[in-house]
Nanobody, 120 residues
Framework: QVQLVESGGGLVQAGGSLRLSCAAF????????MGWFRQVPANEREFLAA????????YYADSVKGRFTISRDNAKNTVYLQMNSLKPEDTGVYYC?????????????WGQGTQVTVSS
Protein backbone atom coordinates (compact mmCIF):
# COMPACT_ATOMS: atom_id res chain seq x y z
CA GLN A 1 0.00 0.00 0.00
CA VAL A 2 1.11 3.55 -0.72
CA GLN A 3 0.10 6.81 0.91
CA LEU A 4 0.52 9.94 -1.17
CA VAL A 5 0.87 13.55 -0.03
CA GLU A 6 0.94 16.40 -2.53
CA SER A 7 2.46 19.82 -1.93
CA GLY A 8 3.56 22.87 -3.87
CA GLY A 9 0.24 24.27 -4.98
CA GLY A 10 -0.61 27.93 -4.69
CA LEU A 11 -1.52 31.11 -6.51
CA VAL A 12 0.50 32.14 -9.54
CA GLN A 13 0.05 34.62 -12.35
CA ALA A 14 -0.51 33.46 -15.90
CA GLY A 15 2.80 32.68 -17.55
CA GLY A 16 4.38 31.67 -14.27
CA SER A 17 5.62 28.33 -13.00
CA LEU A 18 5.00 25.97 -10.12
CA ARG A 19 6.49 22.65 -9.14
CA LEU A 20 4.26 20.14 -7.43
CA SER A 21 5.65 17.35 -5.33
CA CYS A 22 4.06 14.10 -4.30
CA ALA A 23 5.69 12.21 -1.47
CA ALA A 24 4.93 8.52 -1.29
CA PHE A 25 5.02 6.49 1.89
CA UNK A 26 5.46 2.80 1.24
CA UNK A 27 8.21 0.32 0.76
CA UNK A 28 7.75 -0.34 -2.95
CA UNK A 29 7.36 3.13 -4.46
CA UNK A 30 9.74 2.28 -7.30
CA UNK A 31 7.36 -0.39 -8.60
CA UNK A 32 4.41 1.97 -9.01
CA UNK A 33 3.56 3.93 -12.08
CA MET A 34 2.75 7.49 -11.07
CA GLY A 35 0.35 9.99 -12.55
CA TRP A 36 -0.90 13.51 -12.09
CA PHE A 37 -4.52 14.50 -12.55
CA ARG A 38 -6.50 17.72 -12.29
CA GLN A 39 -10.07 18.36 -11.28
CA VAL A 40 -12.23 21.46 -11.48
CA PRO A 41 -15.76 21.72 -10.06
CA ALA A 42 -18.43 20.01 -12.15
CA ASN A 43 -15.80 18.34 -14.36
CA GLU A 44 -14.38 14.86 -14.35
CA ARG A 45 -10.88 14.31 -13.12
CA GLU A 46 -8.55 14.98 -16.04
CA PHE A 47 -5.38 13.02 -16.77
CA LEU A 48 -2.32 15.25 -17.15
CA ALA A 49 0.85 13.18 -17.07
CA ALA A 50 2.23 9.78 -16.12
CA UNK A 51 5.60 8.15 -15.65
CA UNK A 52 6.15 4.41 -15.75
CA UNK A 53 7.91 2.51 -13.03
CA UNK A 54 9.93 0.24 -15.28
CA UNK A 55 11.58 2.41 -17.92
CA UNK A 56 10.71 5.96 -16.89
CA UNK A 57 8.67 6.59 -20.01
CA UNK A 58 6.46 9.63 -19.74
CA TYR A 59 3.04 10.40 -21.16
CA TYR A 60 1.20 13.71 -21.37
CA ALA A 61 -2.22 15.03 -22.17
CA ASP A 62 -2.25 17.28 -25.20
CA SER A 63 -3.40 20.17 -23.03
CA VAL A 64 -0.12 20.21 -21.08
CA LYS A 65 2.38 18.74 -23.52
CA GLY A 66 5.40 21.01 -23.84
CA ARG A 67 4.52 22.95 -20.68
CA PHE A 68 4.45 20.32 -17.93
CA THR A 69 7.14 17.80 -17.07
CA ILE A 70 6.69 14.77 -14.83
CA SER A 71 9.68 13.22 -13.13
CA ARG A 72 10.40 10.91 -10.24
CA ASP A 73 13.13 10.38 -7.71
CA ASN A 74 12.84 6.83 -6.40
CA ALA A 75 15.51 7.47 -3.77
CA LYS A 76 13.29 10.17 -2.28
CA ASN A 77 10.00 8.36 -2.95
CA THR A 78 8.79 11.48 -4.71
CA VAL A 79 7.22 12.36 -8.03
CA TYR A 80 7.20 15.89 -9.37
CA LEU A 81 5.19 17.92 -11.82
CA GLN A 82 7.00 20.97 -13.16
CA MET A 83 4.45 23.34 -14.62
CA ASN A 84 5.57 26.19 -16.85
CA SER A 85 3.70 28.77 -18.91
CA LEU A 86 0.68 28.37 -16.71
CA LYS A 87 -2.71 29.49 -17.97
CA PRO A 88 -5.89 30.40 -16.08
CA GLU A 89 -7.47 27.20 -17.39
CA ASP A 90 -4.83 25.22 -15.49
CA THR A 91 -6.61 26.20 -12.28
CA GLY A 92 -7.87 23.23 -10.32
CA VAL A 93 -7.08 20.69 -7.65
CA TYR A 94 -4.10 18.57 -8.62
CA TYR A 95 -3.86 14.97 -7.51
CA CYS A 96 -1.09 12.45 -7.76
CA UNK A 97 -1.91 8.78 -8.05
CA UNK A 98 -0.10 5.46 -8.01
CA UNK A 99 -0.72 2.41 -10.18
CA UNK A 100 0.72 -0.94 -9.09
CA UNK A 101 3.06 -2.64 -11.53
CA UNK A 102 0.64 -5.53 -12.11
CA UNK A 103 -2.23 -3.17 -12.97
CA UNK A 104 -0.54 -0.26 -14.73
CA UNK A 105 -3.79 1.17 -16.04
CA UNK A 106 -5.48 1.26 -12.68
CA UNK A 107 -4.58 4.05 -10.29
CA UNK A 108 -5.31 2.45 -6.95
CA UNK A 109 -3.97 5.11 -4.60
CA TRP A 110 -4.63 8.83 -4.56
CA GLY A 111 -3.38 11.82 -2.63
CA GLN A 112 -5.60 14.43 -1.03
CA GLY A 113 -4.91 17.02 -3.70
CA THR A 114 -3.32 20.46 -3.79
CA GLN A 115 -4.97 23.61 -5.13
CA VAL A 116 -3.42 25.48 -8.03
CA THR A 117 -4.88 28.85 -8.98
CA VAL A 118 -3.64 30.75 -12.01
CA SER A 119 -4.72 34.36 -12.21
CA SER A 120 -5.04 36.22 -15.48
Amino acid sequence: QVQLVESGGGLVQAGGSLRLSCAAFGRTFSTYGMGWFRQVPANEREFLAAISWSDGNTYYADSVKGRFTISRDNAKNTVYLQMNSLKPEDTGVYYCAAAPADTPDRYAYWGQGTQVTVSS
